[in-house]
């Protein structure tokens, strides 16, 4: 699905000095964890570019802390409010579909702007809408960012303070719980506290086109601009782009042949124009230090650090934030006729909960993975330095020769191993010899059409072909034999 006003979100963006106001304005925030909650999304959402939803479900076990990386999973078993909330509306979209492709119910109507009778009336008449159809969603959907292209790697490690907010907020929450009602709440009030700021046009969403536009205004490459955002079309951004005239400035500078002397897309001191996640100096109340009194920096060795702490942890394969059904809203069934099983929630990856590869803590499935995204894509991260808590993927399967032989023990796999290196000398040298001979017989033998072959050559010639192929290829096979 598309936005059907994409150039909205990115006139909602901050300005920049917006946008430090508003964070100056969530530091005044009294209360230690809503200050600290306010400005885990003012950072992640203003400058790294997440959704509300990628935000509430942003869980540890996401970040890859040795790379310096944020990797948002195609899916991560959750059941809170939200996700029963969303699945609800697709549950109810699919039944109108259905009533109006069989004449029951006018067609252009949308299940959003229907009221609470008439989607209780959609519900009670279409074949579809079923809890069992309904909870099937949410085992095989939630979480689920909003397309696919959303399932992404969003590298953060760059910054001190983003990497220094991160930490600290998951020292203290295992994910973000508020609604999102009361995360735009937090942010009116920080917004309230700032100077000269309206907290009318403060919002989340406001925050995430902040993000986007900040990518724009340091990015040169429009796919990587895509990426980093979640978009569906590459078009989306030039929305974005047309509000970052550093990129078209730097091209006519190249094409006019003065690309040294062009002005840079970056600030040449981004610790100046982008202060809040370039200049690691501490502000005044902040909930963390990107540098502390001693000089200790979140940097990449505090970030490596990290890593290894979460080596000896399991990796919880769902979700943290609290199941809860929306028994309040129109259409969704009662207590009696829904309920939630944990165990028929899919796991990420396709992996049977029964498989080897995970294990059940205290009522909580696991595995030894480092982050979601790992244990799901494996192949597409480099292995640690350290060893791993757990067994090695390439241990648990059986490779040896003697599943594959009548005979085992080591002098079996020696006598193999010598006919394997016998048998690679032999092709190789097989390919010189045919080289060799060919260019003897060329050059000496048929240089003439009438030449006869003398016995000294015609000797020399046969006794090289025996030593050289037929005496290696003997012995080949006859190694091979027993075998």
Same mark, same amino acid.
């Given at each position: ?27 005044? #925030?009294?209360?230690?964890?809503? &200050? ?15 959704? #509300?939803?990628? +935000?509430? *479900?942003?869980?540890?076990?996401? +970040? ?7 990797? +948002? ?30 004449? $029951? ?13 008439? &989607? ?84 989340? *969403? ?37 509000? /970052? ?75 943290? &934030? ?41 009522? $909580? ?13 494996? *192949?597409?991260?480099?292995? /640690? ?5 757990? /067994? ?54 048929? =240089?003439?059409? =009438? ?33």
């Amino acid at each position: 699905m598309v936005s059907n006003n994409p150039r909205r979100s990115a006139k909602d963006a901050l300005e920049p000095d917006t946008y430090y106001r508003l964070y100056q304005g969530a530091l005044q #925030i009294d209360n230690y964890e809503r &200050r600290l909650i306010a400005c885990f999304v003012i950072l992640v959402a203003g400058r790294l570019g997440l959704r #509300i939803a990628e +935000i509430q *479900h942003l869980r540890e076990e996401h +970040i890859h802390w040795k790379r310096g990386e944020i990797c +948002i999973p195609h899916k991560d078993p959750c059941a809170c409010y939200r996700c029963w909330v969303q699945a609800l509306d697709k549950w109810g979209r699919k039944g109108l579909k259905e009533l109006q492709q069989l004449g $029951e119910w006018e067609s252009g109507v949308k299940w959003k702007s229907l009221g609470v009778d008439e &989607r209780e009336a959609v519900v009670a008449e279409a074949d579809y809408c079923t809890p069992e159809n309904l909870a099937d969603i949410v085992y095989t959907e939630k979480f689920s960012p909003k397309y696919d292209r959303s399932a992404r790697v969003i590298a953060f490690g760059w910054s001190y303070r983003i990497t220094a907010c991160l930490m600290t907020f998951f020292d203290e929450f295992d994910c973000l719980e508020p609604q999102q009602f009361s995360i735009n709440r937090l942010l009116k009030e920080a917004a309230d506290n700032a100077d000269g700021l309206n907290p009318k046009y403060i919002s989340a *969403h406001r925050l995430r086109a902040t993000g986007e536009t900040f990518f724009a205004d340091i990015s040169i490459d429009p796919k990587m601009l895509r990426d980093l955002a979640g978009w569906q079309q590459m078009s989306t951004g030039d929305n974005y782009w047309s509000k /970052s005239g550093r990129v078209n400035t730097l091209k006519l500078y190249k094409i006019m042949g003065r690309k040294d002397e062009a002005p840079p897309v970056v600030p040449e001191d981004p610790g100046q124009s982008f202060p809040i996640v370039c200049n690691p100096v501490p502000f005044q109340n902040e909930p963390f230090h990107p540098i502390g009194p001693e000089g200790i920096a979140y940097d990449e060795q505090a970030r490596l650090e990290r890593h290894r702490e979460r080596e000896k942890k399991p990796l919880r394969l769902r979700h943290p &934030r609290e199941v809860s059904l929306p028994y309040d809203r129109a259409g969704f069934p009662s207590p009696d006729e829904i309920e939630y099983d944990p165990d028929k929630h899919g796991i990420p990856g396709h992996i049977d909960p029964d498989s080897d590869h995970v294990a059940v803590q205290t009522g $909580e499935v696991t595995t030894t993975a480092t982050t979601l995204h790992e244990f799901t894509d494996h *192949h597409r991260h480099t292995r /640690s330095s350290e060893p791993s808590p757990g /067994s090695d993927r390439i241990n648990e399967y059986e490779t040896k020769l003697d599943k594959f032989t009548d005979k085992d023990g080591p002098a079996s796999h020696a006598a193999l191993d010598v006919v394997s290196a016998i048998a690679l000398a032999t092709v190789r040298t097989g390919g010189y010899m045919k080289e060799r001979l060919g260019k003897e017989w060329n050059q000496y033998w048929m =240089n003439e059409p =009438n030449q006869s072959i003398s016995p000294v050559r015609a000797a020399k010639g046969i006794t090289m072909y025996l030593l050289g192929v037929i005496a290696p290829l003997t012995m080949v096979f006859g190694l091979m034999v027993p075998y």
